[in-house]
C-alpha cells in the first residue's frame, strides 16, 4: 500500500513537471513558433506511433490536421461533402509467405536464390519457359510475338541502360517489361538481370504495390548461373501472398479567393511507424517520429493556411493538402493527382515541403528545388530577402517527393527543405532536435514566395531533364 502511495505521488510529480516543462517550452518561444511547437508534439508524439499510412495512427493525425484545418477556417476538399479527409487505396502491406521455383528439375532456394516481387500474384503456374533477353525491343507494339509468349513462364533480363540513380526511371522499365509480357499471355515471370551495373534493390519494398495478375518471382545473380544457358524447358512457380488493402487518407482544405489560379501548397504528414532503425546497433521495433519527416513540412503548411486565411491581399486560391502513404511510393499526392481537374490549366504551381525543421544540419542553409520547373523561379528566388540563411538554387528535382506527380501533369513546381541529416528516417527524428526559430525564418521566406509568385504575369512550366533530375536527387544525398 505504502509502495502504491510512493508510487501515485512519483506519477503525479512526474505529470506536474512535465506539464511545467512543456508550458516553459512553450513560454520561451514567439507564438509563432508555440504553434509549431504545438502542433508537432502532437504529430510527433510517441502515441502517434510513427503515423505510417493504413494504421490507426495515421488516422488520429489526419483527424488532428482537419481540427486544425477545421479552426483555421479553411473550406473543406476532402472526398465527402464537408470532409477534409480524402481515402484512396492502396495495396498495403503485402506479406510474402511461401514460394517455390523448379526449371528443368533444378530447384531453388526461396530468400536466398530467388523471392517474390511486388508486382506478383499469389498462385501456382505450370508450363513451358520462354527465355527473353536484353535486345529484345519492348518499345515497338509488334515486337512481342503474343504466340510465342501466350500460355508460357517467361524469364526476363531487366538490365537496363539506365543510369543507377534513375531508382524510379529503372522501376517504370522493368514494370513496362513485365506488363507488355504479362499483356501477351505470360502466365508466370521470373526475371533475371544479365548486368552489373543495374541495382537489384529496386525490386523489392515499396515501389510496386499493384499486382499484375500472375506470379512474379526475380532470381539473384549468382543463382541464375545454374540456368545461364538454360533458353526453353519446364518451369512451376508457387507464389503464396497476402495482399491488405488499406485506405490512408489525404487531409484536404483550401481558400477560394474566386480565382481562376489555384496554388497547391503539400505537404506529407504520414511517415515510417514502427520499424527497426536503420542505424545503429539496436535492431528492435522502435517507434519513428519523423519530427523532420515530415512533421515539419505539415506543420508549416497549417502556419501559412493560419496566415493565408487571414490574408486578404491575396488574389489566387490556395489548397493546403497534407499528403499520406508518402514513405509507401507517393500514393497520396499520386491519388490526389488523378483527378482530371489537377492540370496546368487550374493549377498555377505546387509547392511542396518536405523536412524543414533542421535549418543549420547543413549550415545556414535551405535547399530550393526544381527551379528549373519554371524559367521565372530563378528571378523570383533572387528578389527574396533570407538575412539568416543562404539558399542553394536546385534546377532539378528528385523523384522522392510529393512534387513528382504534379511535374509529371505538367505544373510547376518549388520543393523547400533543409536537407538530410544522420537522423533522417531513424528513432533520433525528434522534436527535441527541431530548430523552431529556424522554421519561423523560412515560413517568412515563402510567405514572401507566395506574394512574388502571385504577382508575376505567367508561371510557365518547363520539363525538368533527366540531367537535372539526377544532379538533383545527388545533391539531395
Ligand atoms: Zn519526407
Redesign the pocket.
Known amino acids: 500500500m505504502i509502495k502504491f502511495k510512493i508510487c501515485l505521488l512519483f506519477v503525479l510529480l512526474n505529470l506536474i513537471c512535465t506539464q511545467w516543462l512543456f508550458a516553459q517550452k512553450i513560454i520561451d518561444l514567439s507564438p509563432t513558433s508555440a504553434r509549431l511547437y504545438r502542433d508537432m508534439a502532437v504529430l510527433a508524439s510517441d502515441s502517434l506511433e510513427g503515423r505510417e499510412a493504413g494504421t490507426l495512427s495515421e488516422r488520429k493525425a489526419a483527424d488532428y490536421i482537419a481540427k486544425q484545418m477545421q479552426s483555421i477556417g479553411l473550406l473543406p476538399k476532402g472526398g465527402h461533402e464537408g470532409s477534409y479527409l480524402s481515402a484512396f487505396r492502396i495495396n498495403f502491406p503485402v506479406i510474402f509467405k511461401e514460394a517455390k521455383l523448379r526449371i528443368n528439375s533444378i530447384d531453388f532456394k526461396h530468400k536466398d536464390e530467388f523471392g517474390a516481387t511486388d508486382l506478383s500474384s499469389a498462385g501456382t503456374v505450370e508450363g513451358e519457359l520462354i527465355k527473353i533477353g536484353n535486345s529484345f525491343n519492348f518499345i515497338e507494339p509488334n515486337a512481342l510475338n503474343n504466340n510465342q509468349i501466350n500460355g508460357k513462364i517467361v524469364l526476363l533480363d531487366i538490365a537496363s541502360k539506365v543510369k543507377l540513380t534513375e531508382n524510379e526511371a529503372i522501376t517504370n522499365e522493368i514494370v513496362s517489361k513485365v506488363k507488355a509480357v504479362v499483356e501477351s499471355g505470360a502466365i508466370g515471370v521470373i526475371l533475371y538481370n544479365s548486368s552489373r551495373k543495374t541495382t537489384e534493390d529496386v525490386l523489392f519494398g515499396s515501389p510496386f504495390t499493384e499486382s499484375v495478375g500472375v506470379p512474379v518471382v526475380y532470381i539473384a545473380r549468382l543463382p541464375f548461373n545454374k540456368i545461364r544457358k538454360v533458353k526453353s524447358g519446364t518451369c512451376s512457380l508457387t507464389v503464396e501472398i497476402n495482399r491488405t488493402v488499406s485506405k490512408p487518407e489525404n487531409v484536404i482544405g483550401w481558400i477560394d479567393n474566386k480565382s481562376d489560379k489555384t496554388v497547391v501548397i503539400g505537404a506529407?504528414f504520414d511517415h515510417v511507424g514502427i520499424t527497426r532503425s536503420r542505424t545503429g546497433d539496436d535492431k528492435s521495433l522502435q517507434i519513428h517520429n519523423g519530427a523532420d519527416?515530415?512533421a515539419s513540412g505539415t506543420t508549416t503548411l497549417l502556419e501559412l493556411a493560419r496566415w493565408a486565411a487571414n490574408n486578404e491581399t491575396l488574389k489566387y486560391n490556395y489548397i493546403f493538402a497534407a499528403f499520406s502513404a508518402?514513405?509507401k511510393g507517393l500514393f497520396g499526392s499520386k491519388a490526389f493527382c488523378s483527378r482530371a481537374w489537377v492540370n496546368n490549366q487550374n493549377i498555377a504551381y505546387m509547392l511542396n515541403l518536405?523536412?524543414v525543421g533542421r535549418l543549420g544540419c547543413q549550415g545556414d542553409t535551405i535547399s530550393a528545388l526544381g527551379v528549373a520547373s519554371s524559367e521565372v523561379w530563378e528571378n523570383v528566388l533572387d528578389k527574396l530577402e533570407h538575412p539568416d540563411f543562404s539558399v542553394k538554387k536546385i534546377n532539378g528535382a528528385p523523384p522522392f517527393?510529393d512534387h513528382s506527380p504534379f511535374l509529371k501533369k505538367n505544373i510547376p513546381i518549388m520543393y523547400f527543405t533543409t536537407g538530410l541529416h544522420p537522423d533522417y528516417h531513424t528513432p533520433n527524428d525528434d522534436i527535441e532536435f527541431i530548430n523552431f526559430k529556424g522554421m519561423e525564418e523560412i515560413l517568412a521566406y515563402i510567405r514572401q514566395f507566395i506574394r512574388s509568385a502571385e504577382a508575376l504575369p505567367e508561371i510557365p512550366f518547363h520539363n525538368i531533364n533527366p540531367i537535372q533530375q539526377t544532379k538533383a536527387y545527388l545533391q539531395t544525398f
Open positions: 506529407h519527416d515530415n508518402e514513405e518536405d523536412m517527393s
